[in-house]
């Protein structure tokens, strides 16, 4: 199957794969930071010199969704997902959408994936958007929305999928 005929993915970072709930509680970053990511199992990473907690269980989740999709990053990240983030999850390089802006947010969002998710809906290709809108869901015909809510991150359950046993424990 060529890439263009898999289903089209845009992937957010902050509130999906970046827990932000549990970058708050690790808050200052010293030298109890990891002991307290540990606590709340996940892995700490610095990327463009920020601080995100990646849960242990998302690099298998990040990798058995982005393995069925045409996988875009639609995050404030931008192409830089593509560097510490991506390593981190084992996935990528995937394009990136962009306003050519460094708008913040996420509505800017909408106009820049207009296109891409029109292409794909023409072709007749499923697409899913995974974000954090906390129930304000933008307003593109075809697409279906994945919304983790505001300061949590993505799980298998979002997805209606059991974790694998060697998550789950």
């Known amino acids: 199957m060529t890439t263009h005929h898999k289903p089209l993915l845009l992937l ?3 509130g999906v ?3 932000l709930e549990a970058v708050m509680k690790i808050r200052p970053f010293g030298s ?5 990511a540990v606590e709340l199992d996940v892995d700490l990473i610095r990327s463009h010199g920020f601080w995100l907690a990646i849960p242990h269980s998302m690099p298998d989740l990040i990798q058995e ?6 996988t875009w990053w639609c995050s404030n990240w931008r192409d830089q997902a593509n560097d510490e983030i991506a390593k981190h999850l084992g996935v990528g390089p995937f394009p990136a959408i962009d306003d050519g802006e460094g708008a913040f947010g996420w509505k800017w969002k909408i106009d820049a994936a207009r296109p891409l998710v029109e292409a794909a809906v023409a072709e007749d290709r499923c697409v ?7 129930g304000d869901l933008p307003d593109l015909p075809g697409v279906t929305y994945i919304d983790t ?9 979002d997805l209606g999928l059991e974790a694998p046993e060697s998550v789950a424990a």
């Open 149 to 157: 809510g505001s300061r949590r991150a993505l799980d298998w359950a």
């Open 128 to 134: 899913a958007w995974i974000g954090d809108f906390s």
């Open 12 to 14: 957010d970072v902050d």
């Open 17 to 19: 794969i970046n827990d």
């Open 65 to 70: 969704v982005t393995a069925h999709f045409e």
């Open 32 to 36: 109890a930071a990891q002991e307290r």
